[in-house]
């Protein structure tokens, strides 16, 4: 088929001067789509025919647009960014193709426009591109061609090409008899922006300036080379080489005599100077990826100058894929080549510059831990405040907190305000402390208070009595004082409990005899009553010493310290001494310490006023001197069997009595 360029732009189309591509482009393929759906404003039928014709039809069988007798528009959108998708791509401009058939002969013929508009991200024109057709015999007719943006417009810039066709039947004939439009195609051509490639590309590239190095040829005349990796070892393991500027500076002069000059004439001929450098660099296995050699020659008036060149590679290398670049100059006749320099172009290893720009950069954890501690000295205990930090939120973390002995102090006094006489809490707590102990004493010595208490007069009835005064003791002493009678009529009788063992045999046996030895006592005559009843008590006094002194280590206070103090004095007196022995155990550094001063606070505490005079109360037998009296002779009785004949010999008072005591 024929190719024809477009001889007219309809009216109000936009004129523009197209861009020489210097780049390399890449054309998609067709992005229209053949359905009458992807085709607005169109319906599916056929040309010809004799109903129809007031909106185009298209044909998918044979990929035809055709007009009616009613002027309308068929239109294609293609979305750019899906047919396209990188980092980095420019389009350039597009590709169209289409068949037009506007031919009088074939009877399809009217009037028919096409246009191409370009669309920017927010729905903007940026080009737009008309195209007219007008009436041409041969039937359809392949009209195709590139056209150029003035510009290369960022991907993402972009957002639709669109493609339409108007048209309309020159005749008003119903059915579809207008001209028609085959086979469209349109694809895009784009390329990758060379920046995104190799920043190193152009001046124009975003950063070209901030990645060019110094000078890193050793000299300045002469062959020079420099191994990259090297002489870039500031840059990092990690950077990226975009390419390389370099030059030097030739003096060629012009032709000069080889011996005789005679006003201008050379008898022996002319000699010519040349100059020139041989440019190369290689990767790292020593193969050569860029050359370039330049000559200089002098001819007959001599050239001087500077050269500048440069090298982008056409994809940016990692600095440990290439080896070295060299120049090697070379001079002839009287030439020399001077002041060369090579620069690198180039993108810092991020690990240099910023080691926390990737996980794999060498100093990404130290780089990261020291982000971290100063963001939060307790995200780690390496970090350098974390123990300040630590002490701040809490001073008890370490004794080396600032406010860690008052803080200890508190937290103590919380737990047990006795802990210290410097907790606000000590005095109140002691004093409950102290009372919570008279109670305690108080409760266990309750039951020995308040038990009943039987008694015989000397008439001989018997007399069972709760205590009056709440302590048996007090009771004792009273009733031993009210009943008192002469020394002869009186035995002695221990009522404390002795604190020494008895022996491990026959310790029963002697206390029966013993009393069996007072019985008989009673019936010898008065007058030796009373050198017996001191004979006993002789006996008596070595065992109630040594049964007493047990209760003197439990809290008993000396007679002699005690005397003419009454009972609550000698009670505020035990307390004061329980304080200060406490006071002792507080003050005391070790535990050993502690240990031995606590029998002297157990001693004090557990006082009790009296305990001496109900010990060493003496309570008159009677019922035992009447009976003797009596019968004139000594009584022995059975304990347990004279117990039960004294309550009527039966268990009934006593368990009743026993009762009482917890009831």
């Not at 015989?456 to 009733?479: L, P, Q």
Request: proline letters at 5%.
């Amino acid at each position: 088929m024929k190719k024809h360029l477009l001889t007219l732009l309809l009216i109000g189309s936009n004129a523009f001067a197209q861009q020489s591509p210097t780049a390399s482009y890449t054309a998609t393929s067709n992005l229209l789509n053949p359905t009458v759906n992807a085709w607005s404003g169109t319906v599916a039928g056929q040309n010809g025919g004799l109903s129809g014709g007031t909106t185009p039809a298209f044909n998918a069988g044979t990929n035809t647009i055709i007009f009616g007798y009613t002027t309308a528009t068929a239109m294609q959108t293609i979305a750019i960014n899906q047919a396209l998708s990188g980092t980095g791509i420019q389009v350039g401009g597009y590709n169209y193709s289409w068949n037009i058939n506007n031919d009088p002969v074939t009877m399809q013929y009217g009037t028919l426009t096409g246009k191409v508009v370009l669309k920017d991200s927010v729905g903007n024109a940026l080009q737009t591109y008309n195209y007219n057709y007008p009436q041409q015999s041969g039937g359809f007719i392949n009209y195709s061609g590139t056209e150029w943006f003035p510009q290369n417009y960022l991907l993402s810039n972009l957002s639709n090409l669109e493609l339409s066709f108007t048209g309309k039947d020159a005749r008003f004939w119903a059915g579809y008899y207008g001209p028609q439009v085959r086979n469209p195609s349109l694809s895009l051509q784009y390329t990758v922006d060379p920046c995104v490639a190799n920043p190193g590309y152009s001046p124009s590239c975003p950063g070209y300036n901030a990645i060019i190095s110094g000078n890193l040829l050793p000299g300045t005349t002469g062959t020079q080379a420099y191994a990259i990796s090297s002489a870039l070892s500031l840059a990092g393991a990690g950077a990226t080489i975009h390419g390389f500027d370099y030059g030097y500076s030739y003096n060629v002069p012009g032709r000069q005599c080889a011996l005789f000059d005679l006003f201008g004439f050379c008898l022996t001929g002319w000699n010519y100077s040349d100059a020139g450098v041989a440019t190369v660099i290689t990767d790292s296995s020593g193969s050569t990826i860029y050359s370039d050699t330049t000559t200089h020659n002098g001819g007959n008036n001599g050239v001087s100058g500077n050269y500048t060149n440069n090298y982008r590679l056409s994809s940016s290398l990692p600095i440990s894929s290439l080896g070295a670049f060299a120049m090697s100059p070379w001079t002839l006749g009287t030439a020399s080549i001077n002041n060369m320099w090579s620069s690198a172009v180039y993108t810092p290893d991020p690990c240099i510059s910023n080691p926390l720009s990737s996980q794999s950069c060498a100093g990404y954890a130290a780089a990261y831990q020291t982000q971290q501690c100063s963001l939060n000295p307790l995200f780690d205990p390496a970090c350098p405040g974390y123990a300040q930090a630590q002490c701040n939120i809490n001073p008890l973390y370490s004794q080396s907190c600032a406010g860690y002995q008052s803080a200890y102090l508190t937290q103590q006094c919380t737990l047990n305000p006795l802990y210290s006489q410097s907790c606000s809490g000590y005095a109140e707590a002691y004093a409950k402390k102290n009372l919570l102990s008279n109670n305690t004493t108080t409760t266990e010595n309750k039951p020995s208070r308040t038990e009943p208490t039987t008694t015989v007069s000397n008439d001989g009835k018997v007399k069972t009595e709760i205590s009056k005064t709440g302590d048996s003791s007090t009771d004792s002493v009273i009733e031993t004082k009210a009943t008192s009678v002469a020394p002869d009529a009186t035995a002695t009788v221990q009522l404390a409990p002795s604190s020494s063992p008895l022996p491990s045999s026959g310790g029963q046996n002697v206390g029966i005899q013993s009393e069996r030895e007072q019985q008989k006592g009673e019936t010898k005559t008065t007058s030796n009553t009373t050198e017996r009843q001191s004979q006993q008590t002789a006996r008596a006094e070595p065992k109630q010493e040594s049964r007493t002194e047990p209760r003197a280590e439990r809290g008993e206070q000396k007679s002699g310290a005690n005397e003419g103090k009454s009972h609550n004095e000698m009670k505020q007196a035990s307390n004061e001494k329980a304080k200060q022995e406490m006071s002792r155990v507080e003050s005391a550094k070790t535990f050993d310490s502690q240990v031995a001063i606590q029998p002297n606070v157990i001693s004090a505490m557990s006082f009790v006023p009296g305990f001496n005079t109900y010990a060493q109360a003496n309570v008159p037998d009677v019922l035992q001197r009447q009976l003797q009296r009596q019968y004139g002779k000594e009584v022995i009785d059975n304990k347990s069997v004279s117990v039960r004949r004294m309550f009527s010999g039966s268990d009934r008072l006593h368990e009743e009595m026993v009762n009482q005591q917890w009831r």
